[in-house]
């Protein structure tokens, strides 16, 4: 009878402790789902914010685009119709690129090329020329291969300012492309 009572009493104690175990372990549960929604929903606010610059910088980057194909038109400058149109399915394709280099670095040069060739087999080549031969930091920004460099890039073929390739354009031209 002794026998019985000792592994009732240890039944009981064991289940007591598994029982409160079991809370604990419940109401982590539950703070851990909590913790696992809020960071979710801070997530998808991150996410459309990112979508929300992107889309922002793409009007942006087509707007200056625009801005300089008028201008070309205007002045009949045959090297900025020629350098806007070598940039074009770059900047026309801008949230495409802009997302596959959220991806990952290593990722800019390779959606690049298959956006160029969707205009034109020898648009990439064009355009990897238009870099190579262009100063510096555009090949930096072309080598680093990742969104800073791509944000950069654009920033960079879009801006006229009085580098070299640019020294034929007059100053209100390169005054609104710095303010836009």
Request: net charge positive; aromatic share 10%; with cysteine.
């Amino acid at each position: 009878m002794f026998f019985v009572v000792v592994v009732t009493v240890v039944f009981v104690i064991i289940s007591i402790y598994f029982f409160f175990r079991a809370e604990n372990l419940q109401r982590q549960l539950i703070s851990q789902q909590r913790e696992s929604l809020l960071t979710l929903k801070e997530n998808k606010l991150l996410v459309e914010s990112i979508t929300l610059v992107a889309t922002r910088e793409q009007e942006f980057s087509k707007a200056k685009l625009q801005r300089l194909k008028v201008y070309a038109k205007e002045s009949f400058n045959e090297k900025i119709a020629l350098h806007t149109e070598l940039i074009s399915p770059l900047i026309n394709n801008y949230s495409i690129i802009f997302r596959e280099c959220l991806k990952g670095k290593g990722r800019l040069k390779l959606v690049s090329q298959k956006c160029f060739e969707n205009q034109d087999s020898s648009a990439y080549k064009k355009f990897v020329a238009l870099i190579v031969t262009s100063d510096k930091k555009l090949k930096r920004y072309w080598s680093s291969d990742n969104l800073n460099g791509f944000l950069f890039l654009v920033d960079a073929l879009l801006t006229m300012d009085d580098d070299k390739n640019n020294a034929d354009l007059p100053i209100e031209i390169k005054k609104s492309n710095c303010n836009s």
